[in-house]
């Protein structure tokens, strides 16, 4: 594959927490970047001033008429509902969005003959329990929320188009990225949650025991391999991982430790049905791509604490965003 230097990239979710550092890392390294977002869970002041805006719903007919005008040759199809809770309240609408919004994407990724589709889905809930730990892509899954069988039906979805119209890609299954602006209202983050309370003088509340793990992986490494994988020849499915488990309350006496705040946790009903581990195994990534993450957990997390201590006046008004 041809170097993909100064080429135009178009990021859906783009003003997101992922989307909008990987748009900064693309233009920083001179990229044209094409954003597309609904601003859902997006931020305006997320956009990089240098890309293209568009807000848009993936689920638009009005899509096809942006491809059509960008003409993209690598397209991030990184928009989602994310909050896996919300999806299995409402499991018609995440369907709706994360797949049928998935297909749009493809369909017009068809139409104007991207080169190659790169997926943001999840490696942290696609596996379920697992004796096998770190877990690799070549194990069954076994999704046990909406939120993680819309991403494994999207990967399907991505098989079919590169096999029946020859369209590139790769599935980034990552496990569960923090760092700077993360919206602590989604869900989503722990790590993004955790800090958002501390900084409010709010007890952080942790479900069941807090022994339950995860693998923690920090923006930068994140979006390195994104743009590993955009560089590279590799079609299929790559863990983005650290191989390192953490268990929630682990992450809760760092931030408290590298913050120096004073924070009280509390204990709540265990969620039903929650993973009590999840750790990925990212061997292929860092045979095919040449990645492999950079940023041990503490520094990552001390990262992120600087960036509430100089972004958010949390006293003053009294909230994280």
Request: aromatic residues 10%.
């Amino acid at each position: 594959m041809k170097s993909l230097k100064n080429k135009k990239v178009l990021i859906t979710g783009g003003a997101g927490f992922i989307g909008s550092h990987l748009a900064d890392r693309l233009i920083e390294k001179g990229d044209k970047v094409v954003i597309v977002d609904n601003l859902s869970g997006g931020n305006t002041k997320n956009i990089n001033e240098k890309a293209t805006f568009y807000k848009n719903d993936i689920c638009d007919a009005s899509i096809g008429k942006i491809f059509r005008k960008e003409k993209p040759e690598i397209v991030f199809h990184f928009a989602a509902q994310v909050n896996a809770r919300k999806s299995v309240d409402r499991p018609i609408e995440d369907a709706q969005n994360n797949i049928l919004g998935s297909i749009n994407i493809l369909e017009n990724c068809v139409r104007v003959k991207v080169k190659k589709v790169i997926f943001a889905s999840s490696g942290g809930v696609m596996y379920g329990e697992t004796k096998v730990i770190p877990t690799p892509e070549n194990h069954s899954a076994n999704p046990m929320c909406p939120y993680a069988i819309n991403k494994l039906s999207v990967e399907s979805y991505l098989r079919y188009y590169h096999k029946v119209f020859g369209l590139k890609y790769a599935s980034l299954r990552f496990s569960n990225v923090y760092g700077a602006r993360q919206n602590p209202e989604s869900e989503s983050g722990v790590v993004s949650i955790f800090c958002s309370n501390m900084f409010l003088g709010n007890p952080v509340t942790i479900y069941g025991s807090g022994s339950q793990t995860r693998d923690f992986i920090y923006i930068n490494d994140a979006v390195d391999a994104s743009i590993s994988v955009m560089k590279k020849k590799g079609e299929g499915i790559y863990n983005i991982s650290t191989a390192k488990e953490a268990s929630i309350n682990a992450i809760f006496n760092i931030i408290k430790k590298e913050s120096g705040l004073r924070c009280k946790k509390k204990y709540a009903k265990a969620i039903v049905g929650e993973q009590q581990r999840s750790c990925l195994d990212y061997s292929r990534a860092k045979k095919v791509l040449n990645w492999q993450p950079k940023y041990i957990l503490e520094e990552g997390i001390r990262n992120t604490i600087e960036w509430y201590e100089s972004k958010i006046n949390y006293q003053k008004h009294g909230s994280v965003l």
